[in-house]
């Protein structure tokens, strides 16, 4: 694992801060969660909370296995309601042993995007690196856990920025920081392609180049 140093939630809730203000969830929209070290648990957000507005207390410690309270070192359980999204993080991280962190988010360009019916386009070197590809979730009700089960079974072959129809987007990473930074530029990647369909020119928008995919999927290290 790469952690920053510092406390989960501390990270988190800078990651909840710079996307409210990056503008890709407004208000209460999306959820934060992060897998505990060592631990059978996540810390996630609590329901209703705001994500620029969040601190150690805004978080609840949950079980993976079973999603009841968990114990976090002597301290009991603190008594927060996690976020109603709850079954969809847990859903991630039992699917995904190498996640150990989700972000949950309702980006408007890539949702615009799911609505026209267009696919995200992976445009420049960042996009391939930090995305490599994006599925998207057909639509079920949020806070379901038909909704958790269909999105941990795309993400089953590794796929880490899915996004949700209608709804939103999740992005997993073996980091918070890798998480967030995929949370970036899947935005930013819809954008682009949001902007060439608006310029009329969709079918000219080239795709990364092969040679950068293929070293991506080879042995030669690529760093961005």
């Excluded at 009991?76 to 996640?99: G, K």
């Excluded at 209608?166 to 990647?189: F, I, P, T, W």
């Excluded at 969709?202 to 180049?209: F, G, M, S, T, Y």
Aim: proline share 6%.
């Amino acid at each position: 694992m790469n952690y920053v140093p510092g406390d989960l939630r501390d990270q988190l809730a800078h990651v909840g801060y710079d996307v409210v203000q990056a503008g890709l969830v407004c208000g209460s929209g999306g959820n934060l969660s992060a897998r505990i070290p060592d631990e059978d648990a996540i810390w996630v957000t609590a329901s209703g909370a705001w994500l620029d507005r969040l601190s150690r207390p805004s978080f609840a410690p949950v079980r993976i296995t079973d999603g009841e309270p968990a114990t976090v070192g002597t301290l009991p359980p603190p008594r927060i309601e996690p976020t109603s999204e709850l079954a969809l993080h847990l859903a991630l991280y039992r699917a995904r042993p190498d996640v150990n962190a989700v972000v949950h988010l309702h980006p408007q360009t890539a949702l615009l995007l799911d609505a026209l019916g267009e696919h995200i386009r992976i445009v420049t070197t960042d996009h391939a690196f930090y995305l490599r590809r994006v599925s998207t979730v057909p639509f079920r009700l949020p806070g379901t856990t038909e909704l958790a089960a269909l999105t941990a079974a795309m993400a089953s072959d590794g796929t880490d920025c899915l996004v949700l129809s209608q709804h939103g987007c999740v992005v997993m990473g073996d980091s918070v920081e890798l998480a967030h930074k995929r949370a970036r530029n899947l935005e930013e990647a819809a954008a682009l392609t949001y902007k060439a369909l608006a310029a009329g020119r969709l079918e000219n928008l080239r795709d990364c180049p092969e040679e950068f995919l293929d070293r991506l999927s080879g042995s030669a290290v690529v760093t961005v």
